[in-house]
Every structure is written in structure tokens, then in C-alpha cells.
């Protein structure tokens, strides 16, 4: 029982990062855009929480500052590819590399140094049942509040005129410029909402799952959110499903090497990333699965006329 708790809130906690990445990139690309820089953008954030925490900021306003930079970082994409029309795909691996190299600059002087953690918090009663409260009521608030973003965002897409409007930005721009709605800052105001959500994913990343600040700590998860996006077909409860069988399979090869299981570590290290290849190759082969959400103007760019 000790080990399916450890396995069990271990997948929720490697899948908190993703989750927060991916839903942010699904809500950009129901408009329209693709922005291939979430790698880059959790970096970014990464580096910014680890930077607030040592110059004495408490945890929340360095969450809130992480935000704030993955939003700035997601605008500077925002204006190549929406004022300046730049090719998405060129623009999204630049921000991606830029990325890199800013966090790398950013936490320079920091080495290994531990950061403050995240706290669990340890909800009265309930925290203190026998397997029910370790398994949902001791985890930290950055994982409570990744599960009411999901909520957040499955409603204001589908029960919700903002989002209704979205969704027809991302369908068909030129309706939505013709019927009167400013779809290049609606575009906007999704690429800095998916940026803040990248930001947020990182900063769990460096002051809660690994407190500590590590060049490229993201370690492709960025890039598995974006791949995670595709596998949920566009739809936000996938997400959530995607991102706990790549937190899964991260944990079973973290635990299989603790129990010394006879497999080189490296094997073992790639089972989440073979994992999540395995199903979008499954996922690709159903092309009605596949375009049945798919946002008709992804990728593409919209000039309003006149």
C-alpha cells in the first residue's frame, strides 16, 4: 500500500508542470496560434521563481513573477508572429532556444543551491485519513490550483461567450474580423495567458519538484506538453489524462531504479518520452479523432483587411 501511495501521488505531482503548460498551449492554439516555445517559456520561469526566492521574495509573489515573465517572454512571440507576421513554427523554436539561454544567464550564480519549497498542505480531517488522505489531501497548493485551472478553463471555452469567441478565432479568423471582434488581440491575450501558464508550470518545476535550479531542468517537458496537446486532441480532460500517464511512467522508471530492477537506467529514463510517442503514433492513425477538434486556422496567419 506504501508503494501504491508513493506511485500514486508521485504521478500527480511529475504531472503538475505539464498540465499547467499544456492547458495554457491548448487555450493559444484554440485561437489559432502555435507556439512550439514551451520549453523556453517554463525555462524562463524556472530561472525567474529560483532568482525571486534567493533575493528573499516569499513563494507566491516568486509564482506571480514567473507568471509575469513566461507572459512577457510569450509576448515577445506575440509580436514577431501577430504584428510582424513571421513564420509560427521559426518564431516559437526561437523563443524555445531564446529561452534556454536567458534561464541560463538568469541562474548563473546559483549552482545547485536548494530553494525554498512549495509546502504541503495538510487539510484538517481529511488529510489525516488512512490511505484517503495521503492519496488527495496532502499535496501542495500549486497542485490544488493546477486542477482548478483545468476547471477554470473547461468552462470558459465551453460554457462561456469569451470562449465561444476563441474557438471562432481559431476556426475562422476572417468571420470573427467580419462580424467585428479584434482577433489579433485576442490572439494576444491567449499567447500571454498560454506564456503565464509555461511560467507557472516551470516555476513548479524549480521551487517545488526539484527545488533547486538546474540549467535545462525542463528536460524536454515542454516539448512533451506541446506533443500532450495533440495527443488530448484539443480537448482539456485529455490533457489531464496525458499529462498523469507521462507523470506515471516518469515515477514507475524512478521507482524501478530505486528497486534496482535489471534494465540500464537510460532505458528506464526513456519509457515517459517512448511512452508518449507510442500513443500520439496511435492517436495520428485515426484521422477523424484527429481533426474532429483540430482548430482550422492553426499555424496560419491572419491580416485584418484594410
Request: proline share 6%; net charge neutral; no cysteine.
Given at each position: 500500500m506504501?508503494?501504491?501511495?508513493?506511485?500514486?501521488?508521485?504521478t500527480?505531482?511529475a504531472?503538475?508542470?505539464?498540465?499547467?503548460?499544456?492547458?495554457?498551449?491548448?487555450v493559444?492554439?484554440?485561437?489559432?496560434?502555435?507556439?512550439?516555445?514551451?520549453?523556453g517559456?517554463?525555462?524562463?520561469?524556472a530561472?525567474?521563481?529560483?532568482?525571486?526566492?534567493?533575493?528573499?521574495?516569499?513563494?507566491?509573489?516568486?509564482?506571480?513573477?514567473?507568471?509575469?515573465?513566461?507572459a512577457?517572454?510569450?509576448?515577445?512571440?506575440?509580436?514577431?508572429?501577430?504584428?510582424f507576421m513571421?513564420?509560427?513554427y521559426?518564431?516559437?523554436?526561437?523563443?524555445a532556444?531564446?529561452?534556454?539561454?536567458?534561464?541560463?544567464?538568469?541562474?548563473?550564480d546559483?549552482?545547485?543551491?536548494?530553494?525554498?519549497?512549495?509546502?504541503?498542505?495538510?487539510?484538517?480531517?481529511?488529510?489525516?485519513?488512512?490511505?484517503?488522505?495521503?492519496l488527495?489531501?496532502?499535496?501542495?497548493?500549486?497542485?490544488?490550483?493546477?486542477f482548478?485551472?483545468?476547471?477554470?478553463?473547461?468552462?470558459?471555452?465551453?460554457?462561456?461567450?469569451?470562449?465561444?469567441?476563441?474557438?471562432?478565432?481559431?476556426e475562422?479568423?476572417?468571420?470573427?474580423?467580419?462580424?467585428g471582434?479584434?482577433v489579433?488581440?485576442?490572439?494576444?491575450?491567449?499567447?500571454?495567458?498560454?506564456?503565464?501558464?509555461?511560467?507557472?508550470?516551470?516555476?513548479?518545476?524549480?521551487?517545488?519538484?526539484?527545488?533547486l535550479?538546474v540549467e535545462?531542468?525542463?528536460?524536454?517537458?515542454?516539448?512533451?506538453?506541446l506533443?500532450?496537446?495533440?495527443?488530448?486532441t484539443?480537448?482539456?480532460?485529455?490533457?489531464?489524462?496525458?499529462?498523469?500517464?507521462?507523470?506515471?511512467?516518469?515515477?514507475?522508471?524512478?521507482?524501478g531504479?530505486a528497486?534496482?530492477?535489471?534494465?540500464p537506467?537510460?532505458?528506464?529514463?526513456?519509457?515517459?518520452?517512448?511512452a508518449?510517442?507510442?500513443?500520439?503514433?496511435?492517436?495520428?492513425?485515426n484521422?477523424?479523432?484527429?481533426?474532429?477538434?483540430f482548430?482550422?486556422?492553426?499555424?496560419?496567419?491572419?491580416?485584418?483587411?484594410?
Amino acid at each position: 500500500m506504501d508503494l501504491f501511495i508513493a506511485i500514486f501521488t508521485g504521478t500527480i505531482i511529475a504531472a503538475t508542470p505539464l498540465i499547467f503548460a499544456a492547458l495554457g498551449e491548448l487555450v493559444v492554439e484554440k485561437s489559432g496560434v502555435l507556439n512550439l516555445g514551451i520549453e523556453g517559456m517554463m525555462l524562463i520561469g524556472a530561472a525567474t521563481a529560483v532568482w525571486s526566492v534567493f533575493s528573499g521574495l516569499p513563494v507566491l509573489p516568486a509564482i506571480v513573477l514567473s507568471a509575469l515573465a513566461g507572459a512577457v517572454s510569450a509576448l515577445l512571440f506575440g509580436v514577431l508572429v501577430l504584428t510582424f507576421m513571421t513564420n509560427q513554427y521559426a518564431a516559437g523554436l526561437a523563443l524555445a532556444i531564446f529561452g534556454s539561454g536567458v534561464s541560463a544567464f538568469i541562474g548563473r550564480d546559483f549552482g545547485s543551491d536548494p530553494t525554498t519549497a512549495l509546502d504541503e498542505w495538510h487539510i484538517p480531517v481529511l488529510g489525516d485519513l488512512p490511505v484517503i488522505g495521503p492519496l488527495f489531501f496532502q499535496y501542495d497548493p500549486l497542485v490544488y490550483f493546477s486542477f482548478i485551472m483545468f476547471g477554470l478553463i473547461s468552462w470558459f471555452l465551453y460554457r462561456t461567450k469569451g470562449g465561444l469567441i476563441v474557438r471562432t478565432v481559431g476556426e475562422s479568423p476572417q468571420s470573427a474580423h467580419a462580424i467585428g471582434y479584434p482577433v489579433i488581440a485576442i490572439r494576444y491575450l491567449t499567447v500571454a495567458f498560454g506564456g503565464a501558464m509555461a511560467g507557472i508550470g516551470g516555476a513548479y518545476l524549480s521551487i517545488a519538484y526539484t527545488p533547486l535550479w538546474v540549467e535545462e531542468m525542463t528536460a524536454g517537458r515542454g516539448w512533451i506538453a506541446l506533443a500532450l496537446v495533440v495527443f488530448a486532441t484539443w480537448r482539456p480532460l485529455r490533457v489531464i489524462l496525458g499529462a498523469w500517464l507521462f507523470g506515471g511512467m516518469t515515477i514507475l522508471q524512478l521507482q524501478g531504479q530505486a528497486l534496482g530492477v535489471g534494465v540500464p537506467s537510460e532505458v528506464l529514463s526513456s519509457l515517459p518520452y517512448v511512452a508518449t510517442i507510442v500513443v500520439l503514433v496511435i492517436i495520428s492513425r485515426n484521422r477523424q479523432m484527429m481533426t474532429l477538434h483540430f482548430p482550422a486556422s492553426l499555424g496560419k496567419p491572419f491580416r485584418p483587411a484594410g
